[in-house]
């Protein structure tokens, strides 16, 4: 058997594998043992433990609430979040749209993994798999697995690093790191160091505010003007609304296209931008809109100075890039196996309506569901959608949009 760390000669078997136990596993779990609470289900890792990845990037951003309103989380059930917060009395975050505080979220996810049966993931890296479109047998850092199904939640992206870094990587330590590296409770006094915050987003404007509360002097440089939404996807992209025609579109790089265009670039809801006001209006934060780093140098003895497309030059000690992330299936080296027979545009695999990866009992969720589900495929909101059709897909058992019982059989299981 599979276990911590250590690599087994044994073979483990189990009904399903979710590979990646962030919030989207999460989901998946949480809906297949909704419909049955004795499924076979195996969760693998990085880390031992839900939600790492998650909790880590709200502690080191040291993020308050959500971006996404209240009913967006992992449960089936959309209003659980809510009558978990009454229910506790936990403060509401008071910001437009209710998202929920991340103590709040934090809680409930503890809870409701509490009150399943689900073990802890197995902290094991998949590495490579088989598959022979009935079954498949996964290599793990921690050994073999024999799994029915496989759900891939882990998330593959790739950094945007813009090339002008290239001659700031490795120079000083802490001088260039990307914002998922930023961690903001080792860094508790930030007075007297110049930050260059580079993007226009909703990760760039939480860096911003509190780098500046503790003591920084922030330069945000944002190629764009600042783009303020309620939501970095637009609401009409979660139903009909956008989401008919979107399906409907017969040329897969259209639709793509239109997906990656309807998220944009980075954008901050007002709220953020209400926030920003004060440490602007005292100079502890400067916003360069419109502007672009063309390229930058080490300055000696620490720092580096970036010179801007409008011919300025800023100093500054750190660099925090705020550029994103991009999707990409690719960087999954152990789908390589099985991508030869998918069609992938821009690292987006072309998917059915079940998030099924062709003939392969492999389904996708997270960004990676996009051609299926929409620009809002890698949020909560996407968790949800994606976790109801994969477990409609495996079982064919499909849940009531409330999550509770009324399921019904499809006629046509996969
Ligand atoms: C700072 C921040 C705030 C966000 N806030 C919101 C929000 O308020 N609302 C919203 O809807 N969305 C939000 N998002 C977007 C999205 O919901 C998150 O990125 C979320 O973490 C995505 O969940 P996930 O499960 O797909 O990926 P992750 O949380 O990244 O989890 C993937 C897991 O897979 C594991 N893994 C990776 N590769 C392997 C492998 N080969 N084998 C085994 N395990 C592996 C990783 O260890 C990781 O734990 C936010 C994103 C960020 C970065």
Known sequence: MIHGVTKSDEVMTTDTCIAGAGPHGLAAALHLKQVNPSADITVIDHSDQWLATWNRQFKYSEIA???SPIVHH????????TDFVKSRELSRSGLPYDPPTTEAFTA?????IADSTLSPPIAATLESLRSNHQGLELETSSGTLRA???????????RVIPQWTWSLIGRQPGLVDHALDVNLPDLS?????????IGGGLTAAHLARNAATKGAAVKMIARRPLQIRDFDTEPGWLGPKYLTKYLAESDERLRIQAAREARGGGSIPGWMRDHLEEPTGEGRIEILESTEVVSAQVTSPRGCMLELNNGETVHSDRVWLATGTQNSIQSMRCLHSVLDDIPVIDGFPLVDQSLRLGPHPIFIMGRSATFALGPAAGNLWGARHAAHRITAAITGIELAPDGYGNSFRKHDSA
């Open 65 to 67: 609430t959500l971006r």
């Open 74 to 81: 992992p449960s089936p059930h959309p209003y659980a979040l």
């Open 108 to 112: 409930f996810c503890a809870e409701i």
């Open 148 to 158: 029915q199904n496989l759900i891939i939640a882990t998330n593959p992206h790739q």
């Open 189 to 197: 006094d930030l007075s007297g160091q110049k930050i260059a915050i």
